[in-house]
């Protein structure tokens, strides 16, 4: 099993993906105390960086709760790149460096950044090799399967990675072109694993506990990244791990102890941040997934998308609870873990 060029606590780690606007550090605290392994901030602009702009700067604050955690940085221009891994590994010192050759957003690739590098793979070399020279720290990236159908060959894309020296590489197997329409290509994750000697992280619609487990099963991923399946669900780690180690999976958690974890995640927020009304407008968006699927949960949805302090959301589900209507949540909840334990017994009789 090829080697972590990070500290992680279990050999398959569970990884928080960046996500830009989701993964900060309190979410990343949150996560890391569900049994995330390992915790990357969203990506941070190279230039922002190393022109010190303050909010970019801002961004780069964590704590030691979070550790290990790698700061994703982008950017095209080698120079750049390597003075903000610099800036990053004498500042910050995180536990590795990861390089962002994903991103499908237009301002980003318009200017080669994210997957735009995947275009010109001697440019993805020379930024690798760049940041590598700017720190002692380990560099990682995170890619997509090409820029489009056409130029679609992840194997290709992460040989050249590992030949410019990363220690890791995640692969999100949709091309730019796709965004985050159809299915990932899990396939092409077990094709880089096979081809590759250092770690490959597995990472693309892991939606529940199980989905992880069958990642880990169908691709021989060294770890597994979940993203949206992190939305207003942060045990899903936690879950993960039973089912790697072969345990029964931890049952989710019930609607009070669900409103308890967000009410948690609202006081690590206020911890966090300076201005408490951007923030608890930020926030609202985690509400709304930690409400999602509960029973008759319009009126509360509607009420908690509106919030504009965070002293308003205890009120808020307190008047849910009091309403009754979450009983129906905790049947729908047993019905849920019963089909687990029955997905569980069918994944182990197919391998
Ligand atoms: C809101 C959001 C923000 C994202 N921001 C980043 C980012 O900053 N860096 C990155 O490498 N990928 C980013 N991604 C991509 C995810 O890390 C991940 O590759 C993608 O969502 C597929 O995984 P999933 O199916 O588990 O969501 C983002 C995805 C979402 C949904």
């Not at 927020?269 to 319009?298: I, Q």
């Amino acid at each position: 099993m090829p080697v972590f060029p990070y500290p992680t606590t279990h050999d398959v780690p569970l990884i928080l993906a960046p996500m830009a606007g989701v993964s900060e550090s309190p979410f990343r605290r949150l996560c890391r105390q569900w049994g995330a392994d390992v915790v990357v901030t969203e990506f941070l602009s190279a230039e922002g960086i190393r022109r010190e702009n303050e909010a970019t700067m801002s961004k780069l604050r964590f704590g030691a709760d979070e550790r290990p955690i790698g700061v994703q940085i982008f950017g095209a221009d080698p120079d750049a790149m390597r003075e903000a891994a610099a800036l990053v590994t004498d500042v910050f010192q995180p536990e590795f460096i990861d390089i962002n050759f994903g991103c499908p957003v237009k301002k980003v690739v318009r200017r080669n950044g994210g997957s735009g590098c995947l275009k010109d793979l001697d440019l993805v070399e020379q930024v690798i090799r760049a940041v590598r020279s700017g720190t002692n720290l380990p560099v990682t990236c995170k890619i997509r399967s090409g820029w489009n159908e056409e130029m679609r060959d992840p194997v290709k894309i992460a040989l050249r990675c590992q030949a410019a020296g990363v220690g890791a590489i995640a692969l999100h197997p949709r091309t730019r072109t796709q965004m985050y329409t159809g299915h990932a290509h899990w396939d092409e994750i077990a094709a880089v694993v096979e081809a590759l000697e250092i770690p490959v992280i597995g990472n693309g619609d892991i939606k529940t506990a199980q989905d992880a487990l069958r990642m880990r099963t169908e691709t021989g991923c060294a770890g597994v990244m979940i993203a949206r399946g992190s939305f207003g669900q942060p045990w899903i780690f936690r879950q993960a791990r039973a089912l790697l180690n072969g345990e029964p999976m931890p049952a989710p958690p019930s609607v009070e102890e669900r409103f308890a974890v967000a009410i948690d995640h609202c006081r690590m927020v206020m911890a966090y941040e300076t201005d408490l009304v951007g923030a608890a407008l930020e926030f609202r968006k985690h509400l709304g997934w930690y409400v999602k699927g509960l029973p008759n949960s319009a009126e509360l949805r509607r009420a908690l998308h509106t919030v504009n302090s965070f002293d308003e959301v205890e009120g808020i589900f307190a008047g849910y609870l009091a309403s009754g209507w979450h009983r129906e949540a905790l049947d729908a909840a047993a019905d849920s873990v019963v089909a687990a334990e029955l997905d569980a017994e069918l994944l182990e009789t197919e391998h």
